[in-house]
């Protein structure tokens, strides 16, 4: 089972600041993952897939990047309703498909 | 407006047994593979189970495997999580997602609200 570990675990910024979320796989998953966002007591909304074309709806100021077994998630400008906790999610070698921990974004 | 909506959850002692579904209104459910994920309370969120558009396959996580059957019926548009032999540790928020259409990209791109189960005695 491929294991995602995620950083920073909680992550302080201000709006219009520019946040980088890490992913790291603990082997290879190619090009096949997945970014996140989930607001308290929503399900979660896909951002990213294939490490870095955006799903349908995502701002731009969404970005993914990476292969292997490093990834980032870059937000260029918070904007508020941006705060959130992020999971990562790889599908290379399934099942299963796992995901990270998550990384929490929360206002500083 | 494409819309999953999942119900069936509540309240349920260890060793016996629930049924989830999962409604879809406002698009064909039979072109996509369907997975439900799920998330304790408090935690993070962890895959349970998959099956191919067609219901021709199916896959779980190894922490249900042989408690847990998923299935569907399309002429329904309705999905379902049957889940027999329930531990606490099943306690979660359970979601189902639509994949790509017509495979099983492994991607989870729209969501239900989720269904709150407790396993508890």
């Known amino acids: 089972e491929i294991v995602l570990t995620q950083s920073p675990a909680t992550l302080s910024l201000s709006p219009g600041e520019r946040a980088t979320l890490s992913c790291r796989a603990s082997?290879?998953?190619?090009?096949?993952l997945a970014w996140y966002q989930q607001k308290p007591g929503q399900a979660p909304r896909l951002l990213i897939y294939?490490?870095?074309n955006r799903a349908t709806g995502i701002p731009a100021r969404f970005s993914g990047s990476g292969s292997g077994t490093d990834f980032t998630l870059t937000i260029s400008s918070l904007e508020p309703e941006d705060f959130a906790v992020y999971y990562c999610q790889q599908r290379s070698n399934w099942p299963p498909y796992t995901f990270g921990q998550g990384t929490k974004l929360e206002i500083k | 407006q494409v819309q999953l909506v999942e119900s069936g959850g509540g309240v349920v002692q260890p060793g016996r047994s629930l049924r989830l579904s999962c409604a879809a209104s406002g698009f064909t459910l039979s072109i996509f593979g369907i997975h439900w994920v799920r998330q304790a309370p408090g935690k993070g969120l962890e895959w349970v189970a998959v099956i191919s558009y067609d219901g021709s396959n199916t896959y779980y996580a190894d922490s249900v495997k042989g408690r847990f059957t998923i299935s569907r019926d399309n002429s329904k548009n309705t999905l379902y999580l049957q889940m027999d032999s329930l531990r606490a540790e099943d306690t979660a928020v359970y979601y189902c997602?639509?994949?790509?259409?017509?495979?099983?990209?492994?991607?989870?791109?729209?969501w239900g609200p989720g269904t709150l189960v407790t396993v508890s005695s």
């Open positions: 997602a639509t994949d790509t259409p017509g495979t099983v990209s492994g991607w989870f791109d729209s």
């Open positions: 294939d490490a870095s």
């Open positions: 082997q290879s998953v190619r090009n096949y």
